[in-house]
Nanobody, 120 residues
Framework: QVQVVESGGGLVQAGGSLRLSCASSGSTFTFSRNAMAWYRQVQGKQRELVAI???????NYADSVKGRFTISRDNVKRTVYLQMNSLKPEDTAVYYC????????????WGQGTQVTVSS
């Protein structure tokens, strides 16, 4: 099982940028052999999938962030990044990273997340 520590969140004005990082560990989790993803959750709402990066580096994004967010990975550092540009107030949420599979919404383990707040 992967264990993750997210960082890089903060308060930013609309139009600004942030770069999130996710450091992973776990003796039974081979980072380079797993797709990874960023998710976000607004209090009181369901967690949603934001971006996925596959083993080969192929990426996929939620329509709401396409063209603004970029996910990347460093297999040596076992770290996943999320570059967020042109931030909007509706991007305000707690951001989490985790492995990715089609059943991600049933995962038991989630890290502490990192808060992103975008002011208008």
């Amino acid at each position: 099982q992967v264990q993750v520590v997210e960082s890089g969140g903060g308060l930013v004005q609309a139009g600004g940028s942030l770069r999130l990082s996710c450091a992973s560990s776990g003796s039974t989790f081979t980072f380079s052999r797993n797709a990874m993803a960023w998710y976000r959750q607004v209090q009181g709402k369901q967690r949603e999938l934001v971006a996925i990066i596959g083993l080969s580096g192929m990426t996929n994004y939620a329509d709401s962030v396409k063209g603004r967010f970029t996910i990347s990975r460093d297999n040596v550092k076992r770290t996943v990044y999320l570059q967020m540009n042109s931030l909007k107030p509706e991007d305000t949420a707690v951001y989490y990273c985790n492995g990715y599979s089609p059943t991600w919404d049933s995962y038991d383990y989630w890290g502490q997340g990192t808060q992103v707040t975008v002011s208008s």
